[in-house]
Structure formats: C-alpha cells, structure tokens
C-alpha cells in the first residue's frame, strides 16, 4: 500500500468539506476521483499533500504517517502535486521554474538544470520561454514537468488537463501514461470522462465531502447514486 | 481616586483608538490589505478639524462631519487611484503603495503646517465635568462616548445591514458576488471611503483634546497596528475590546513608569502578540 | 556597437567593468571633499539597499523597518568604545551578531504567517527600539554616542579625509554585490525566487520556505549591520534617529525599489540616481530641503508601486527589445 487516508474530514467552521474520506492507492496505480463541483475533491487533495490539515483521520505515506506534515514534507517523502488554479513562477523561465523542482533530489545547480532540460524536452516546453508567457494549457504542463522534475512517486494531478483543445488533450494523455510508465502511481481529479475512462482501471465518486461509489470506470458510470449525485433526483425520476 | 480618573482617561482615549483602529481592521478584513497610511488619515481628519474651525468658526459637530466627509472622499480617491491597481499584484507593489502614501501625507503634512504643535482654539467642548468624584474634561468624555458609539455602529452596519453583507460577499468571493450583481469595485472603494472616514472622525475627535503635529500620524498607525493585532484580523468587534484596553495599558503605564515608557509597553506588547497570539484575541487560528 | 546588442549577456560584462573602473577612479577624478563625501555617500546606500535586497527583493519580504539592524550596527562599535574604549573594528562583529539574533527573533513567529504581519512587525519593532533606545541613559538616551576622535591605530577606523572610507566602503559593496551574485545562482536563488512567487507552489515541491526566509533575512541583517557600522565609525556620531529613524529603512527601500527590487544592481542604479538629486536638493533648499526630499519620495514610492513595480531595470528589460529593433531599422 503507497498511500492509506482513512477517515479524512475537513471542517471549515460548521461546513464539512470532506466528511470522512477513504482512499488508499497501491503503488503502480492510476486512480480517478471525480465528482461535481464542491463535493471537496480539491480540499481532500490539499490534505492528502498537507497544504490543508485534516479536522480528522489519518494520512499514511509508505507507511510513514503525514497526517499533521508540511507540505514540503510531504514533498520530500515522496507525494507531488499541481493546482487546480496553475500557479507556475511566472517571473522565471520554464527551466528555472522546473529547476526550482528539481533541486529537491538535485542540490547543484548543473544536476538539477542537466535533469530539469531532460524532464523539459519529455514534456515537450521551450526551456528559455518566460513563464508568464504561457496560456493556461502550458501552465499546467510546466506545473507537471516541474512536480515531475521534484521526484515524486505518487503524484496528485488536479484537474491538470481541464481545458485543453482535443489535440492538446490527446498530447496531455499521452504524457500522464509516460510519466506512469517511469513508475510514478498517480491519482488524477478530473471532469472530463474521457480521460478518466482511457487513463484509470480504479475511479472513485465523492459527493458531499464523502466516497459514494467506486469500481471501474465502466461501473462507476452506471451507479444510480453516482447518476443522482451529478443530476439531482429529477433525473433519476426521469429515467424511471 | 486618581487612579480611576486615570483609568477613566485611558478607556475614553481607547474608545477613540478603536474607532480608527476598527477602519484598519476594516480594509484586512475585506482585501487582506494593509494599510501603512491609515495613521496619516487620523492625522489629516485633526488638521481637516483645524481648518474648519479657524476658516470657517464651524463647531463640533461642522468639523467632525467636515472631517468624515473629507477623509471619506480621499480613501475613496485613493482605492480609484492606487490601491485597485495594485492591490492584486505582487507584495512588494501592496506594500510600497500604501507606505508611500503615508509617507507623502505626512511630509506634505509637515511642508505646509510646519513641524510645530498646534491644538484646536477654544471649542463649545471645553471645561471639565465631574462624574462620581473624578473630574475629566468634557471634550475626552465626548470624544470616547462618540468614537464607541460610531465603532458600534459600524460593527452594526457590516453585520446586520443589507450593505454589511454585500461588503461581505465581495471579501468572500469576488467572482461569486460579481455573479450575483454586486460590483466589487464599488463595494471595495466604499470600503476604503468607510475606513478613512472612521479615522477623519476619530482625529477630528482627538483634535478637540490634544495637541498634535504632523507626526502623530506614525504614532496612530503604529497603535492602530498594535489594537488590529490585538483584536483580530478583520474583527470590528476586536478592534472596539482592544482599543479599550490598549487605552487602559497606555494609561496606566504611562502613570506608572513615566509618559515616555507607554510606547514601549504598547509596541512591546505588539512583539508579544506576534510571538504568542498572532491571530489576535478575537481572530480563529 | 551592433554586435554588443546583439550579445546582451558580454554586453553586461563590460558594463560590469566599465562600472567597476568608474567607480574606482571617481575619488582620484573628483578629489574635492565634497565630491568624495557624495561619493562615500552614494556608497553607503548603495551598500544598504543591496543589503535589503536580499530579503526585501529576491525573497519577496518587505522589510520596512530595516533601520533596527542598520542602527545596532551604528550604536555597538561606538557603545563599546564609550563604555570600555575597545576599538570600533571590535563592536562590528558584535553588532552584525546582535542583529541576526534579532533577525530571528522577528522572522521566526512572522514567516509563519501572510508577509503582512512581518511588513508590520518590521516597523513596530524599529519603532520599539528608536524610543527604547531614546530613554536609555546607558547608550546616550536620545543624545547619541560619540567615537573616537582621534585615532589610535587604523582599528580604530578614525580617519581624516574620506578616501580611505571610500575604499572601505566600496570593498563592502563589492563583497555584498559578490555574496548577493553568487546566492542568485544557487539553490539558495531560485528558492528566492519561488518563495516570492508563491509561497504555496515552493512548499508543494519541497522548499523549506520558513528557514530559507529565515537564512535571507539573516543574512539581510548582517549586511545592514554592517554597513551601521561603517556609517557610525564614519561619522563617528549617532543618535537614535540618524540610527533608528523610519527614514533610514525608507531610503534602503526606495532605493532599491526605484532601481528594482530582486536585481543584483538595481539597488546601485536606485542610489547612484537618488543620492545626486537629495545632495542637490539639500544644498538648493537648505536644511527645508529635507522634508521636500521626503515628499518627493512618498511620491516616487507611490509612482513605483502603481506603474512600475519592478523598476527601472525591468522597464529596461521590457523597452529594449524596442529600442534594439528601431537601432537596427535605423
């Protein structure tokens, strides 16, 4: 087991944000967390990365427990993550940015620029582009080549390929399977179905800060609570 | 009986504190702003006073509503000018903002009315009143029943007011209440006009019972830092409790040790809170 | 001419060193004293604003109150001579010691939290210690500290004429400069940089935000200290306000800003424009000149932070693709 969070709650005053969460992932995963908007997907990944610390429950990171951890702990044991709202460096270049990742496992500068110009080119960037030239699409690919660049064997990919055009999407795919080639198990928030039906083996449906289903893809798909959590009850009562 | 007339003296003193400490709280609490000129609002809210009272012979309440007014239209001024263009970009652009401002007030300030003290002729507000045995002079007593009063309603306003919770809704989300038909632009500027306004009173108040110069207004920023630190990020509420006691500190340390050791208890006090309770008294963690 | 356009990167080498040599040669050049005190002047900022700079600019926190380590640079050579007649060069070490303890202790509750609160502390403690100082009879009390007036030995710093100060003080700013170039390109650097950016992308991929900000300001302090010092053993005066006073951390700030904030030279370029014009002025207006200086800086300050944040050298860097393309039209 790479990552066990059990009983994960968030509170932000009387509001629960997430309301007892499980995940767990074994290492080598793809795993889909779906979900409509504000059913506390992105305030369970800020606790799984520790920018966000859980009202309760327990984190568990290859056995070591990050439940109360920073967020730089959490990166160097080994969890990596990208925002919902890119949130690149913008007044450095693509490399320095992705350098900023990888001198986590790379302390010299000419070891961390040789592996963040590798991790560059795999993701496809122009090295010396300045940052705040990028659109929102090649924001969120230099966010993942810089997690990337930071070594992570888990990483958390927040609706990382949201808003793309279908040939950038395509391209975004492909390079998700790349990285989960290299060995890294990840766990991708996403709205689109088909990059959760082409990517993932594992989905899991959170609704109200809560799991309501998982399965396949395929399964998840056909769930009536699943159904009824993404078009309220008048759907259901439709299709009936 | 002394100690009351001082510990009386210090709570008046503190209610003014709270007043223009709660317009700081204010604009933190709205935009995660601060701002460093705020102290050079209370300044000119005195000298708005002075003015009014020497051109036109205008009695309390003509310099007070001059003074709030006055204020009003320059901390809406400012949010069009300044602090909207700034006030989403980088940290170093926020705060030099509002530090150059305050340094532009004051020195301008100091430029036209000179470095040297003045205080308000003779208002309908002088004399003294005795109250159980303690005798305050009647300008403080109505200085610190007025600045309460304001900073009560102000709470009032922002928690009870349909405008509270527009104000609110913008602080919370701006893309949300945009959604809902309310300019954040406006809400923000009305903001900053409230803000400054409380401070315009507030000096206008503090001028009709002390002495100033240009100065003052370093002095009142930095304590309005020290009360917004003690009663909350954001909390009028805190504002109104922390004035009160930082009045109440001021006075009595400055009758304990000497008038010159208050600040370093009040800014002592402030490093305190940084280390121990940086959310203030009232503030969530 | 064209081919140096063409290279910005030798371009700037040679600026580097024609920079360098300027300022070398200036004192030989110019040997009226009050164009060395301009000079030595000029210097001192410079040597300051870079020192913010390091914490100010490339990491992203806005000092305003960096008048308390510049101060207890000032004050401990001197205190240490009046109390026990050490020489100047022994309180220096001492003083840059102090002033990283404080550094501590005023980074370490405030980076924990928004930069706000240690934009804030930053004043109110400078403040604190400008009025503690004031009525403390031990360091002077709000009369000041004296050095010593003639000079035992070359330890005691006490020299007649400014040219060796000058090359004192332009061996400081070389070492700040080398120390400052050296960070920027290391880790150290471009965590800077990323912790300016967004705190919360840094922390996500591993950098120790809290302690890195904590080691500049540190080493931000030191500098200040530093060059507190030299300013005390120059003039071999100071009082709480020459040594405390807001105007000393606002001259660090706008001069750095002016020229741009998290550059290596642009604190430099700030002080070479700003020092001329405030000598000017003062001699034009007198001693009234002070306060318009201060106008006229609020007013600066304001114009950087509303239009150009990043200062001169960014809206070099933005202007010069412009001017190259009319250079070669042309």
């Not at chain 3, 965590?191 to 919360?200: F, H, M, T, V």
Request: glycine content about 12%.
């Amino acid at each position: 087991m790479l990552l066990e969070a059990r009983d994960v709650s968030k509170a932000f005053g009387d509001f629960r944000a997430v309301a007892g969460a499980d995940l767990t992932v074994e290492a080598g995963e793809i795993v889909g967390l779906i979900g409509p908007n504000g059913a506390g997907k992105s305030t369970f990944f800020n606790c799984l990365a520790g920018d966000t610390l859980p009202t309760t429950g327990r984190i568990l990171f290859d056995g070591a427990d990050l439940t109360r951890a920073a967020p730089e702990a959490h990166a160097r044991a080994g969890i990596g993550r990208t925002f919902q709202v890119p949130t690149t460096f913008d007044d450095m270049s693509v490399l320095a940015n992705v350098m900023v990742g990888a001198f986590l496992r790379h302390p010299h500068r000419n070891d961390a620029r040789e592996h963040a110009r590798r991790i560059v080119e795999l993701t496809g960037l122009r090295a010396d582009q300045p940052a705040r030239s990028l659109g929102t699409p090649g924001r969120k690919r230099l966010e993942i080549a810089r997690v990337l660049a930071s070594g992570p064997r888990l990483l958390l990919l927040d609706e990382s390929l949201a808003g793309l055009t279908p040939g950038e999407l395509q391209a975004a795919i492909a390079l998700v399977r790349r990285i989960h080639q290299m060995g890294v198990t990840i766990v991708i928030v996403e709205h689109i179905m088909e990059v959760i039906m082409t990517l993932t083996r594992r989905v899991l449906v959170f609704n109200q800060g809560r799991v309501i289903a998982s399965g396949t893809p395929e399964q998840v798909v056909r769930d009536e609570a699943v159904i009824e959590a993404y078009l309220g009850r008048g759907a259901r009562r439709q299709r009936e | 009986m002394v100690l009351i007339q001082v510990i009386v003296g210090g709570l008046l003193l503190g209610a003014v504190y709270a007043l223009f400490s709660s317009g700081l709280t204010l604009i933190w609490g709205m935009m995660n702003f601060i701002n460093f000129a705020h102290g050079e609002f209370v300044m000119l809210g005195m000298y708005v006073a002075l003015l009014v009272v020497v051109w036109l012979g205008g009695g309390p309440a003509a310099f007070g509503l001059a003074a709030a007014i006055a204020l009003f239209a320059l901390g809406v001024a400012v949010y069009a000018l300044l602090i909207r263009h700034v006030v989403r970009g980088p940290m170093l652009a926020q705060i030099l903002s509002s530090f150059g401002l305050a340094l532009l007030l004051r020195y301008t300030a100091f430029w036209i009315f000179s470095a040297n003290f003045v205080s308000l002729p003779q208002t309908s507000l002088a004399g003294t009143v005795a109250v159980g045995g303690i005798y305050l002079p009647v300008a403080q007593v109505v200085a610190g029943l007025v600045a309460v009063t304001l900073t009560i309603a102000l709470h009032l306003l922002l928690t009870r007011s349909t405008l509270g919770s527009r104000l609110l809704a913008v602080a919370e989300d701006r893309t949300a209440a945009m959604l809902m038909g309310i300019r954040p632009d406006r809400m923000q500027a009305l903001t900053w006009g409230l803000s400054a306004g409380a401070a315009g009173i507030a000096g206008a108040l503090l001028a009709t019972a002390y002495p100033w110069s240009p100065s003052v207004g370093e002095t009142f920023g930095l304590l309005a830092f020290v009360t917004v630190a003690l009663g909350g990020f954001g909390s009028v509420l805190g504002s109104l409790y922390a004035g009160l006691i930082i009045g109440l500190i001021e006075a009595i340390s400055a009758y304990w040790l000497g008038a010159i050791y208050k600040d370093i208890v009040v800014y002592g006090l402030f490093v305190a809170l940084l280390w121990l309770r940086p959310q203030g008294l009232m503030g969530k963690a | 001419m064209k081919k140096l356009l063409a290279q910005p990167a030798s371009g700037q080498r040679v600026s580097v060193w024609l920079l360098a040599a300027a300022l070398v040669l200036y004192p030989l050049v110019f040997s009226d004293a009050f164009y060395r005190d301009v000079g030595v002047t000029f210097l001192l900022a410079a040597i300051s604003a870079s020192a913010w700079n390091i914490v100010g600019g490339y990491a992203g926190q806005v000092s305003v109150g960096h008048s308390m380590f510049f101060g207890l640079g000032a004050y401990t050579p001197l205190l240490f001579y009046t109390l026990w007649g050490w020489p100047p060069l022994a309180g220096i070490p001492v003083g840059i010691l102090l002033s990283v303890g404080l550094a501590v202790v005023i980074g370490l509750p405030t980076f924990r939290l928004s930069g706000h609160y240690f934009s804030m502390a930053t004043i109110a403690v400078a403040e604190l210690i400008r009025i503690f100082v004031g009525t403390w009879a031990l360091v002077g009390g709000a009369i000041g500290l004296q050095g010593p007036a003639m000079a035992r030995g070359w330890w005691d710093l006490t020299f007649r004429g400014d040219l060796p100060y000058y090359y004192i003080f332009l061996a400081v700013l070389a070492l700040v400069l080398a120390v400052t170039f050296a960070l920027e390109r290391r880790r150290f650097g471009y965590y800077l940089r990323a912790i300016k950016s967004s705190e919360r992308a840094a922390r996500s991929l591993g950098v120790p935000v809290r302690r890195v900000k904590l080691q500049a300001l540190a080493l931000s302090a030191a500098f200040t200290s530093a060059a507190g010092s030299l300013y005390g053993v120059k003039t071999g005066f100071i009082d709480p306000d020459s040594g405390f006073g807001i105007l000393v951390s606002v001259q660090m700030v706008i001069f750095a800003a002016l020229g741009g904030a998290g550059t290596l030279f642009g604190p430099l370029l700030g002080a070479l424009i700003l020092v001329p014009l405030q000598t000017a002025s003062n001699t034009w207006f007198g001693g009234g000149g002070s306060g318009l200086t201060f106008v006229l800086y609020g007013g600066i300050i304001v114009l950087i932070a509303r239009f150009e944040p990043g200062g001169l050298f960014d809206l070099w860097r933005r202007l010069a693709p412009h001017l190259r393309r009319r250079a070669h039209a042309a």
